[in-house]
């Protein structure tokens, strides 16, 4: 017997399901490819764009390129905008990302740090002091330019203040801190809490004369502490003054790499020019390792965040995610029972406001060189150039590309420094060795920008303390290294000094 199976087949294009689900699929497939145009386009706007530092409005920069390049003092972040707001402009054509972390760093930059109060069970407010100098950045960086000393008797000091140490060095070879007063004197403190210290500026008369016969008369500060409040400072105190300077160009600054500046140092003077200038070999907190010092009076520290965030906690005592400890020393017993202000973070500065307040720092535009094209400035260039200024005043540098801002990469700078420190002879001396640096030896000031002092701050007070009461004067100051320069300076006919100092105010 035979038996047969018969199947049913049901042709697949018969199936009921087949095309609802194909057309499915190909839906799920094209949104996710969509889904993920999208989030790549974002993620490029939002985080790999604003890397390169650019906009999208390219006008301003090409007319920078338009310019001399002698007057493209920051390279494309230089300005043109003379006046008031000269050191606090913005470099041009940041993408939005970048502009509005410039513009949240300027509110920290500007706003007053307030102190800790209770508030239930945690401290509200910023937590400034126990004892600190200013409340704020902008307190002693006015319009981010430079400070100037007190002028009369009893004037509150605002943007000068003293360093202070004691002979020997600390773990990582920098200032030993005094054992009472810390690395800075402070004065000014919060309600309940007293200040370390009061002072007096009394002034000794250095007279001099030009070759054709000019005298001159310069005001030497001398320093005192009449309220030494936690104690006597001891003979063995070392004080520095040191006032505050502009701020403009600090991140171009922070790209010029560790190899460029050694590549002009000359400590030993082989080439027998009278010029050797050295780096500061200087401890980073980030890093945890030695690396060339660019910031402060006697380039104290390698990078802007460090620069920054030491004087959050020096100069207005704000604690932050470099220095998280306040500054009393142990013997200030009061000043370390005070509240700190740790509402949103173990830090009185959080995370994010130094990510703020340093990228605002990083994209402060430079002011650009004007009157190019007068005799009398193209003179002065060739006699400063002539008699010695450019040897430690160096003209120009290209930025490195180690910097974390693209932007900053590759820039061609004009900011008249060499990064390195000098001996400056004993008028200038403060005494007071930091890291490689003695006594005698300070960094070369940048000098871009400096014709814009008087209009942005009102004043035209130079050299590291604000002694000089303008730029020939401060000049008249140097000494050492500089000495030479100096002489040649002081042998000129008026008409050339006059020449010389009309460069430098094109600057």
Not at 190 to 202: N, T, V, W
């Amino acid at each position: 017997m035979s038996t047969s199976l018969a199947v049913s087949h049901t042709p697949t294009d018969q199936l009921p399901d087949a095309p609802k689900n194909t057309w499915l699929l190909r839906t799920g497939l094209i949104a996710l490819v969509a889904c993920s145009g999208v989030f790549a386009y974002t993620f490029y706007e939002s985080r790999i764009k604003p890397l390169d530092g650019y906009g999208d409005d390219w006008k301003p920069i090409d007319v920078l390129k338009s310019k001399p390049a002698k007057a493209l003092s920051g390279g494309d972040l230089t300005h043109f905008m003379f006046g008031d707001i000269s050191f606090e402009t913005e470099a041009h054509n940041l993408p939005w990302q970048l502009s509005a972390l410039f513009d949240a760093g300027d509110g920290v930059f500007e706003r007053p740090f307030t102190e800790a109060l209770a508030s239930g069970y945690r401290a509200d407010a910023d937590g400034v002091g126990p004892v600190f100098n200013m409340a704020s950045c902008e307190g002693c960086h006015v319009a981010d330019g430079r400070a100037a000393p007190p002028t009369i008797p009893g004037q509150a000091l605002e943007g000068l203040l003293f360093r202070v140490s004691v002979p020997g060095t600390d773990a990582n070879g920098g200032p030993k801190p005094h054992p009472v007063y810390g690395g800075q004197l402070a004065d000014k403190a919060i309600d309940g809490h007293q200040s370390e210290i009061s002072y007096q500026i009394d002034f000794e008369l250095v007279t001099g004369q030009y070759a054709d016969g000019t005298p001159y008369e310069l005001e030497k500060p001398i320093y005192s502490f009449p309220d030494q409040n936690y104690g006597p400072l001891g003979k063995e105190a070392m004080v520095s003054p040191r006032i505050a300077p502009v701020m403009i160009g600090m991140g171009l600054l922070d790209a010029v790499t560790d190899a460029d500046i050694l590549s002009r140092a000359d400590e030993h003077d082989t080439d027998g020019d009278g010029i050797s200038g050295k780096a500061n070999r200087v401890w980073s907190v980030e890093n945890k390792d030695y690396r060339v010092g660019k910031y402060g009076w006697k380039a104290e520290t390698p990078t802007l965040s460090h620069q920054a965030m030491d004087a959050a906690i020096n100069d207005m005592g704000i604690t932050n995610p470099l220095f998280p400890q306040e500054n009393c020393t142990p013997s200030q017993s009061v000043c370390q029972q005070a509240l700190s202000g740790t509402t949103d973070a173990p830090v009185e500065l959080t995370e994010t406001q130094m990510n703020e307040v340093v990228t605002y720092l990083e994209f402060l535009a430079v002011p650009g060189r004007d009157y190019l094209d007068n005799p009398e400035v193209q003179l002065g260039e060739n006699l400063f150039n002539a008699i010695g200024c450019e040897s430690c005043h160096r003209s120009e540098f290209t930025t490195g590309e180690e910097q974390r801002q693209k932007r900053l990469h590759n820039q061609d700078i004009r900011p008249y420094t060499d990064l390195l420190l000098h001996d400056m002879g004993p008028n200038l001396a403060d005494h007071r060795p930091s890291f490689s640096a003695t006594g005698y030896e300070w960094r070369t000031a940048p000098l871009w920008g400096i014709g814009m002092v008087e209009r942005v701050n009102g004043h035209t007070r130079f050299m590291h303390d604000g002694r000089a009461r303008n730029m020939e004067e401060a000049i008249l100051w140097h000494g050492g290294e500089a000495e030479t320069a100096k002489q040649r300076f002081t042998a000129l006919p008026k008409a050339e000094r006059e020449s010389l100092l009309k460069f430098l105010k094109s600057l």
